[in-house]
């Protein structure tokens, strides 16, 4: 397994080691102590996601505060460009984002720890995601962040207007984000 890693620290991209033949293909996706040891601590997932989206789709830019999810990413058909967005005001790379095309092809993943927010473009006719989440699914503490965000300044490889869900639509700006955070008092939102 390859870690490759971005202009956000803790966001990792992880490369597994593909055995392929006439046959096919056979790769590790998960094993809880090679991903320990890459990350540096002991993440113990608790949900496994599985999302169908047509080109086009771009979901996000999503967070739960609080019950924050870290979030290990890949997809098994198709492609997408996968965006996490560093939100913790008191971090290095506040505000910083980092890109990384998913394929069924390259069978990258993508660790999006706790407390940052993260969401993708279908950039392909189609696109299965599947991801292990470090914390359940809260509807009641989901916010988005405006994955059009001018202080974020996300670079989306969009060929035309995204499609979007009426809540990925009306996502709060970044200050907004922080302002409500801080006024509940729930900081950072990391573990």
Known sequence: MNIVPTA?????????????????????????????????????????????????????????????????????????????????PDSPSFKRWVGVELSAANRRQIWVPPGLAHGFLVISDVAECLYKTTDYYAPQAEWTLAWDDPSIGVEWPLTGPPILSAKDATGLSLEQVVTRRSLAGRGAGTE
């Open 8 to 88: 956000i620290p803790d966001v990792l991209v992880i490369e597994p080691r593909v055995f392929g033949d006439e046959r096919g293909f056979f790769f590790e996706s998960f094993n809880h102590r090679v991903f320990a040891a890459a990350v540096g601590r002991d993440v113990s997932f608790v949900q496994d996601n599985h999302s169908r989206s047509v080109g086009g789709v771009l979901r996000g830019l999503h967070l739960q505060d609080p019950h924050p999810q870290g979030k290990l990413v890949r997809v098994a058909v198709g492609a997408i460009f996968d965006v996490a967005v560093d939100i913790r």
